[in-house]
Structure formats: structure tokens, C-alpha cells
């Protein structure tokens, strides 16, 4: 039997929690069996930084919440055929998107950053400085799901998805069986 | 509280009570909330559930002078923008503050029916139309001078007839009569002709004729009486929809003020079919302006017993109407929401069923019919069915109100037999060059030129009277946001799909009107409109998509010129320049990643 050739894949994690990078290592010892058809290429998990060549599936956890997110997730859709978003963050802007709520204010970013460093209850911040080390990437002005910034092949609800729900769509990904999802695996009540 | 005892601390006369306290305090303020709560034996909770749910209710003060501009998509179109301005100016507040010496409020309000004289404003209850910047600024100053509203309209306005006042301030703009409505209508006719007759037979008559409702939802009339009939009750209510609120639509208050006789004897005969002792003409708050003329009008009835005991000398033939005011809720337009809200209650849609004819208001048999209806019934009965059968096409027969507005010569009421084309009744409105025109108002249906062959009737182009005509320069996504907005604001809040999926949709049509819309969000337009209309429980949710669902289907391109394709599959709609340019000003330093010419 002749082997085919190794699909590859990337992942990364932009505004999320990386709850759903655990959520991949939870498909457990199938793992083994998941890497007999993939190799990994750029992802937090191999902790490769940058493509060493194009990818077929590319694996995006967390939304757009500053413009590293925004840049990376370009450079992943110009090196991957097949983008997912996998979670609520990258699907909807989940947790991070909570500041997109500050609306009726006319320095919204400010507010947040704001409350966050300096005027918060809890805050105990001595220099009440903004952190604005220029390593740090600046901030957009709301949080955007993927799908706002590039084209989204396919979506994998959850938070996190758990690793069945993970490892069933890539596997018919990879076998070119993936006909949507069965509705018990996206019910979650 | 002597207002509460003017209503007997009815719970179910809430909606009046506050309006009163309204009218006297300028707002509802928490105190008398209280009050109004103990007296009526409520929560004040509840009380203010209702004070809260009403647009012309108010829990901050309002000014003595309350100014209310109307700001439907027609206004805008006709120069509301400049008589607003005028007024902010002479005022000196912007719309929607109240002045600090308490004297004038400025608020925008949705249509109040006076399309075919727009720009108009409602000042308290005065209603002033056709408004430009001079005549705006000219009335601002007068009222700052402490000339009472009313004086605005006419100089000697206490001296006229409540005919007159209505007249004074709004032209009707009847311009075609038909044969059943606006023409010569004898007095008294189909009422004297119904005392004749078992209540079976006048519901036989008026089935006979093929009447269905003119509100818009077109319920067959006759088997709506049959049913509320047939309920065996103690008490059967008949209950007269006033409430238009669809923007456009202003047939109703022609004929309020017109043929209001003719309205009290078609309920008058509904009641004598069903049996009813009771009726309530629900006035919506926009034409409080009518209410003294159509209390004088049912006082005279009294008077000449037409109504009240005996009616006629018939013997048992007792019936009484009472107007119920509104306070600027679309929604009550609904019949299970007007039902609420005569009970006292906030304006929310009922679960169906049961239905109103079954157990409505106060849980007793309700007839719901709309003005209009009434009115043909009325004449139905003198003339018979066969004479309105014969009218019409089949499944829509006899004549229908059309109120027409918007760019066109001659805006206003037009009577005519169902079956006519778009393209007959542009020609008597004076508009062959229109670009769109709106059937049914905001609820109803879009067309495009190539659909104006199409027929008004039931079964093809159904309108409960709006025909809103639109010139080649407007923008169609304008206008479709301008009504997205709108069942925004009258949404009541029930139903989240319509609560929250409205907001959505308003937003997704901002994003087209930017240029920021994907193709893929043509396809979330549809899919999310189909869940709002699956899922909500009343007319208002499964309808409000409408303006986007129709113009997507007349209008394609106006949504596909407006998206903007990927390249590389990266959106070109997401632009990151203005994203980062908050924080660029907050760090006060530029982007390492994005801006190319960055050098440290």
C-alpha cells in the first residue's frame, strides 16, 4: 500500500484562551491515530513561528482583538487552503468582545483601557499608566470575529468544542467526508 | 388622587389615568406612580410597566410645550431636517432635550399619519403639516411669545366647530370619492335597516357581501362576527381599531373626521350581530386631535338615540361606545396589543389562541375591526350585499381607501373597487416616473417599475391602505433602514428574534449603505429575516423584515452594487487603518505591522 502523502496543518491562537488548543490535545490517544494522516506545521504546538510551506487546513482559535490577530490571520489565509475557526471566539469575538458593549461613549477604546488599568475597583496599578510598550500591538477599536477579516471555510461551534467534535471534522476533512455536523454533537443544552 | 377617581381607580382605565397625569405634570414621576399603584391596588411595578412602555408617557419631565416632529421617511424627504432645525434654533435645545425653564420639549416621533402634508409636527394636541423653515421658525417664536398652541392654526380657533379644528389644521386630501365610502352617504340608512333584522341575518348580509378586514390582515368580516356570536358569554365586546400606525397609511383619520356617523352606526350594528352592550373606539394618541370632535359626535348620538338604551326604540337594544386614547405604540395596532392596552396594560401582542372573537377583551368575546370596516358594513347593510359584491375582483370585493403619499402631485385619499394596477393608480396620483412604490407601508411590499402591471387586491398586492410612491433619486437603502429602524423602536420587546434580530438587520443594512457588505451577507439577510418571521408571535415580527426581503427580491442590484469581493480571500471590507486608528492616537505611536513607512 502506498502512503499518501501527509496533509499539513497549522493552528493558531489570537484573542482567545487557548481553550481550545487543550480542546485539541482531548482527542487523547486518537492523536496518534491523527497524525498518521497530518503533520503539524506552524501552531503554538510545535512552537514553529512561521510557515515552512503551504498548508492544507489551517486551525484558528480567538477573534481579531488587535492588529498582531489581524496580521497573522492574514498571513494565514494567504498559506492555508482550508481556514477553520474553531470556537466562539473566532466564530463570534466570544469573551474578548465583551468591550464592543461600551457603545454609548465616544472614546470607547480609551474607556476600556481606562477602567482596565486605572479607575477599576480592583485595580492596583501605582504608576496608573496605560502599559504602551511598543512591542505591544495596538488594539483595534472592537473586537471582530475571523470572519470579518477573512473568508472562513468552516466554523466549529463550541466553548471549547469538545475533542470528539474536533477530531470527527478533521478526520472526514481529511477524507473528504465532512457533510456538516451531526445536531447532537452542536446541541449543548 | 382625584384622577384616578375621575376613572373609578379602574386598573383597567391605567392607560387613561397616566395619560391625564401626563397632561397635567409633564411626566410620571415616581411618586405618583405610587399613588396611582395604591389606588388602583397594583404594584407599582405594574404601573410603571405601562408608563414605561409608551412613547408619549414620560418618567423625566417634559416640557409644557411638548413638540413632536414627525420624522418618517416621507418627512425627511419633504424638509424635516430644516424645519427641525429651525425649531432647535428659535428654541435653543437640540431634539430630544426638554428646555431648562421647563417650557419646551423637542422629540422626533414616527409617523403620525399626515403624510400627504408632510413635514408635520404635532404641538401638545395640535397638529401643524406642511411645514418649511419659515413657517417652523415663525411658529417656534410665536409659542416662545406664549402663544397657546392652538392659536398657531387659527386666531379665533375656540370660536370654530370641532369640524372645523380638525379641518383648520389637516386637509383631508380627498381627491377621488368612491361609491361606497366618501361619496353621498345617506344618514342612519344601514342602521335603520339592521334594526329590521336578527342578528344572524346581519352577519348572513354582511358574509353575503364578501367584506374582508381594510386593517391589512383582511380576516373575512362576516365569519369574525359569526364566531364572536357564537360564544355563549355574558358580555361580547365590539372593539374599533383607530390605531394606523403604519407609516404611510392615513385613510382612517379621513374618514374619523368625514364620516365619523357612519363609523359609530357600522359599530352599532356589529353590536347588535354579536350582541354586544359595549364597544371602545381605540383613537391612537397621534390623532388626539379628533377626540373633541368624535366625543361630540357620540354625544349627539346619545342625544338622538342612536346609542345608549333602546336604541331606536327597539327594545333591548342597548350599546355605548367610549374612546380609548393611545400614546404612540405601533404595536397596538395589533389586535391582541390594543386589546392589552384598552385593558390597562402594556401594549403586548396576546397569545393566539384563543383568539380575540373567542376570549378577548376582559376574556369575553371581542369583535376587532378596523374604521374603515365598520364604515362598509354600515353602508353594506343599506345597500345590500349584492351592490358591494359586485364591486371589486373576486376575493376582494368592493372599494378600498387608499391613502397615497410621498413624490408624487397629488398625495392623498383615493376610494377605489379593488383590481386596479399600480401603473392606473400612478396615473390619477400624477406620477408615471416613479422609481419604487411602497404597498401596505413598511409591512408590505416593495415594487420595482417592472412589477407595477401587479393588481391591488388580496390575492396579489394586499394593502391595508398605504401606497408610499418613490422617485429615481431616492436611495432604496435608505428608505429600507429608515424602516428597519422603525420596527426597532415599536418592536415591544416580547419576542427576542424580533427584539434583537430587528437591531441586526438594522445593522446589516448600515454595513451595505457603507460598502462594508460581503455577498455572503445577502445570504445572512435572508436567512436571519426568515428566523424573525418564524419565531415571533404577532404581525409585527413577521413582518418587519418585509422592507429587506422585498426590495432584495425588486431590487437585487441595489444590494449586489453595494458589496465589495474578497481578494486573496481577504476581506476588503474589514479595513484596518481606521481599526487601529483609536489606538494609534491612545499609545501615541504608530504601527510596527501597518504602516510601511514605520522606522525606529
Known amino acids: 500500500m502506498t502512503e499518501l502523502p501527509k496533509a499539513r496543518i497549522a493552528t493558531a491562537s489570537l484573542a482567545g484562551c487557548f481553550g481550545c488548543h487543550m480542546a485539541i490535545l482531548d482527542i487523547d490517544e486518537r492523536l496518534i491515530e491523527l497524525m498518521k494522516l497530518v503533520e503539524v506545521d506552524r501552531s503554538p504546538l510545535t512552537d514553529i513561528k512561521r510557515f515552512t510551506k503551504r498548508c492544507d487546513i489551517g486551525i484558528i482559535e480567538g477573534g481579531c482583538c488587535n492588529e498582531e490577530n489581524v496580521h497573522v490571520l492574514h498571513d494565514f489565509r494567504r498559506n492555508c487552503d482550508i481556514l477553520i475557526s474553531i470556537g466562539q471566539c473566532a466564530i463570534m469575538g466570544g469573551l474578548p468582545a465583551m468591550r464592543n458593549a461600551i457603545m454609548h461613549s465616544d472614546a470607547p477604546l480609551r474607556e476600556c483601557l481606562e477602567e482596565a488599568y486605572i479607575t477599576g475597583r480592583y485595580i492596583r496599578n501605582t504608576t496608573h499608566d496605560i502599559p504602551n510598550d511598543p512591542a505591544l500591538p495596538l488594539l483595534l477599536d472592537e473586537v471582530y470575529p475571523c470572519s470579518d477579516v477573512v473568508e472562513i471555510d468552516y466554523q466549529i461551534p463550541g466553548c471549547a468544542p469538545t475533542g470528539d467534535i474536533i477530531f470527527e471534522t478533521l478526520a472526514k476533512l481529511l477524507t473528504g467526508k465532512f457533510r456538516g455536523f451531526e445536531r447532537e454533537m452542536i446541541k449543548f443544552d | ?600
Open chain 2, 1 to 600: 388622587m382625584e384622577i384616578c377617581e375621575t376613572y373609578a381607580n379602574d386598573r383597567h382605565r391605567m392607560l387613561d389615568i397616566l395619560l391625564d397625569v401626563q397632561d397635567r405634570f409633564r411626566w410620571i414621576s415616581p411618586k405618583v406612580m405610587e399613588t396611582v399603584a395604591r389606588q388602583t391596588g397594583l404594584s407599582r411595578i405594574e404601573v410603571e410597566g405601562v408608563a414605561s412602555f409608551y412613547s408619549f408617557l414620560s418618567q423625566t419631565p417634559k416640557g409644557r410645550v411638548t413638540i413632536r416632529l414627525c420624522n418618517d421617511i416621507v418627512d425627511r424627504y419633504a424638509g424635516l431636517e430644516e424645519v427641525a432645525k429651525a425649531f432647535e434654533e428659535v428654541l435653543g435645545i437640540k431634539v430630544g432635550q426638554t428646555s431648562n425653564d421647563g417650557a419646551f420639549s423637542l422629540e422626533y416621533t414616527p409617523c403620525i399619519g399626515m403624510c400627504d402634508q408632510a413635514p408635520a409636527a404635532m404641538v401638545n394636541d395640535v397638529v401643524l403639516t406642511k411645514l418649511t423653515a419659515e413657517t417652523a421658525r415663525s411658529a417656534a417664536e410665536a409659542l416662545k411669545a406664549g402663544t397657546s398652541p392652538s392659536k398657531l392654526v387659527n386666531e379665533r380657533f375656540d370660536d370654530l366647530t370641532a369640524h372645523e379644528q380638525a379641518t383648520r389644521m389637516v386637509d383631508n386630501n380627498i381627491r377621488h370619492a368612491g361609491e361606497v365610502l366618501l361619496g353621498p352617504v345617506p344618514e342612519e340608512a344601514g342602521l335603520g335597516k339592521a334594526v329590521g333584522l336578527t342578528p344572524t341575518q346581519i352577519i348572513t348580509t354582511v358574509e353575503n357581501s364578501g367584506l374582508r378586514g381594510c386593517g391589512g390582515a383582511g380576516f373575512t368580516t362576516g365569519r369574525k362576527w359569526r364566531f364572536a356570536a357564537s360564544e355563549k358569554a355574558e358580555k361580547t365586546f365590539v372593539l374599533c381599531n383607530a390605531d394606523e400606525g403604519e407609516p404611510g397609511t392615513f385613510k382612517d383619520r379621513v374618514l374619523l373626521t368625514e364620516r365619523p356617523h357612519l363609523l359609530f352606526e357600522g359599530m352599532t350594528i356589529a353590536a347588535r350581530a354579536v350582541g354586544a352592550k359595549e364597544g371602545i373606539l381605540y383613537l391612537r394618541g397621534e390623532y388626539v386631535y379628533l377626540r373633541k370632535l368624535l366625543e361630540g359626535v357620540l354625544a349627539e348620538r346619545r342625544r338622538r338615540g342612536l346609542l345608549g338604551k333602546d336604541i331606536l326604540g327597539v327594545a333591548g337594544f342597548d350599546f355605548d361606545i367610549r374612546i380609548q386614547l393611545g400614546a404612540g405604540a405601533y404595536i397596538c395596532g395589533e389586535e391582541g396589543a390594543l386589546i392589552s392596552s384598552c385593558e390597562g396594560l402594556p401594549g403586548e401582542p396576546k397569545t393566539r389562541p384563543p383568539f380575540p372573537v373567542n376570549r378577548g377583551y376582559l376574556g369575553y368575546p371581542t369583535v376587532v375591526n378596523n374604521v374603515e370596516t365598520f364604515c362598509h358594513a354600515a353602508r353594506i347593510l343599506d345597500r345590500g350585499a349584492e351592490w358591494f359584491h359586485a364591486m371589486g375582483t373576486e376575493g376582494s370585493h368592493g372599494t378600498k381607501l387608499l391613502s397615497v403619499c410621498g413624490d408624487c402631485l397629488n398625495p392623498g385619499i383615493y376610494e377605489l373597487p379593488y383590481g386596479h394596477t399600480v401603473w392606473e393608480l400612478l396615473e390619477m396620483v400624477g406620477d408615471e416616473d416613479a422609481a419604487a412604490v411602497q404597498v401596505g407601508g413598511p409591512s408590505g411590499t416593495m415594487i420595482a417599475r417592472d412589477s407595477f402591471h401587479r393588481r391591488l387586491t388580496f390575492d396579489d398586492l394586499a394593502t391595508g391602505g398605504a401606497v408610499i410612491v418613490f422617485s429615481g433619486e431616492r436611495n432604496i437603502l435608505e428608505i429600507v433602514e429608515y424602516y428597519m429602524s422603525f420596527f426597532v423602536h415599536e418592536s415591544c420587546g416580547y419576542c427576542t428574534p424580533c427584539r434583537v434580530g430587528n437591531v441586526f438587520l438594522q445593522k446589516a443594512i448600515q454595513k451595505f449603505r457603507k460598502g462594508l457588505a460581503n455577498a455572503e451577507d445577502i445570504e445572512y439577510l435572508k436567512e436571519l429575516s426568515g428566523t424573525i418571521i418564524e419565531t415571533s408571535r404577532c404581525g409585527l415580527g413577521m413582518t418587519s423584515p418585509n422592507p429587506i426581503l422585498t426590495t432584495l427580491k425588486n431590487f437585487p442590484l441595489v444590494y449586489s452594487a453595494m458589496t465589495k469581493p474578497s481578494k486573496d480571500r481577504i476581506r476588503a471590507t474589514f479595513d484596518i487603518q481606521s481599526a487601529i486608528d483609536d489606538a494609534r492616537r491612545i499609545a501615541k505611536r504608530r504601527s510596527y505591522i501597518f504602516d510601511k513607512d514605520f522606522s525606529q
